[in-house]
């Protein structure tokens, strides 16, 4: 009686994962146009890259048919849940899919592979820990990595060294055209209201300009490594702007709600911990407060000895 009633609760605490695993699964995405227009089987797919930032495992999105690579971002916020077909998924999250440029991740393994020797692409861009980075590889042209590197030897090979000069460069003109394009769709940069900042008259015309410059820095800056970001920040003439820049840039991980956020790698792709009851933890011991009877009586006995003290042994 006892080992039925026990193998029946087992039985139905797993439907119960079934369920909750099943609801878990079923996300909401903004997706382009483009990605959902007759796709073929496995065209779509949602693969992890090392984050050429911080190194970290990311969610991209990779269009095999186009050879597109998208970023993957999340919105989320508090108590948030989608109600479709009659089915409330708890998984609130709004995903929205971006286009990537994939030189961002070419990048870092040719500045990180071939910096003092010429190889192939499909030797240079590699990693171990991430089986789908030959799909990087697979969709660099020649005249892209002419960016960023210098090609040697037969064409056929394909074969680059890094030259940092042009990956400063590019990133130059990665900022400038960023910056071109948030001023010229009169993009709001700081803490003033966006009421004040119409009616106040424009002063310095060239110091709007850096300060849509040093924003697009600070977005291109999340797409490399620290080293590269600041000496982009010198190339760009930026370097006062050094300490401001380190405290902005924090692994998107630790953001509040309410924001975008690049989806890191974790297990059953985003939120298995659902699953699990988190006890909370105790409140903090509240101070006593002392009283002023109290403070008058620790006054009084400065300089005065312990009663214990006449009785022990001399």
């Known amino acids: 009686m006892t080992t039925r009633s026990k193998g029946k609760s087992t039985q139905s605490d797993q439907n119960k994962i079934a369920a909750i ?10 997706l382009d146009a483009s ?26 999105l990779y269009a095999k048919e186009k050879q597109q690579f998208f970023e993957l971002l999340s919105f989320s916020e508090e108590h948030r849940s989608w109600f479709a077909n ?36 499909d030797q240079t861009i590699v990693d171990e820990d991430f089986t789908n980075t030959h799909l990087i590889a697979d969709v660099m042209t020649v005249q892209q990595m002419s960016m960023i590197a210098d090609q040697k030897g037969d064409a056929s090979l394909k074969a680059f060294k890094y030259n940092e000069s042009k ?11 960023l910056a071109k394009s948030l001023k010229e769709s009169h993009f709001h940069i700081g803490a003033k209201s966006i009421n004040y900042i119409k009616t106040e008259k424009v002063g310095n015309e060239s110091q709007n300009d850096g300060e849509y410059l040093s924003y697009a820095y600070g977005i ?10 600041e000496k982009l920040s010198d190339k760009l003439g930026l370097e006062k702007m050094k300490p401001a820049m380190a405290g902005k840039r ?19 792709f985003a939120t298995a911990n659902m699953l699990e009851t988190v006890s909370p933890s105790p409140p903090p011991p509240k101070e006593k407060k ?17 009663i214990s003290s006449f009785f022990m042994k001399k």
Not at 45 to 52: A, E, T
Not at 87 to 109: C, E, H, K, Q
Not at 114 to 119: G, P
């Open 21 to 30: 695993q099943k609801h878990l699964n079923n996300r909401v995405f903004l």
């Open 35 to 60: 990605l959902i227009d007759k796709p073929s089987d496995g065209d779509i797919q949602i693969i992890s890259l090392r984050n050429p930032s911080n190194e970290k495992s990311t969610k991209y």
């Open 86 to 121: 009659d089915t409330v998924y708890p998984d609130g999250n709004l995903y929205i899919t971006s286009p990537f440029d994939p030189l961002f991740l070419a990048l870092y393994y040719i500045r990180r592979n071939s910096s003092d020797r010429c190889q192939p692409i």
């Open 167 to 177: 990956a400063l460069i590019w990133l130059s003109l990665k900022c400038e055209k």
């Open 220 to 229: 291109i800056g999340d797409y490399i490594t620290l080293e590269l970001c």
């Open 250 to 268: 924090k692994s998107l991980i630790e953001l509040e709600n309410n924001t975008l956020k690049r989806i890191k790698s974790e297990e059953n």
């Open 290 to 306: 002392v009283s002023a009877k109290e403070l008058k009586m620790a006054k009084a006995a400065t300089g005065t000895k312990s």
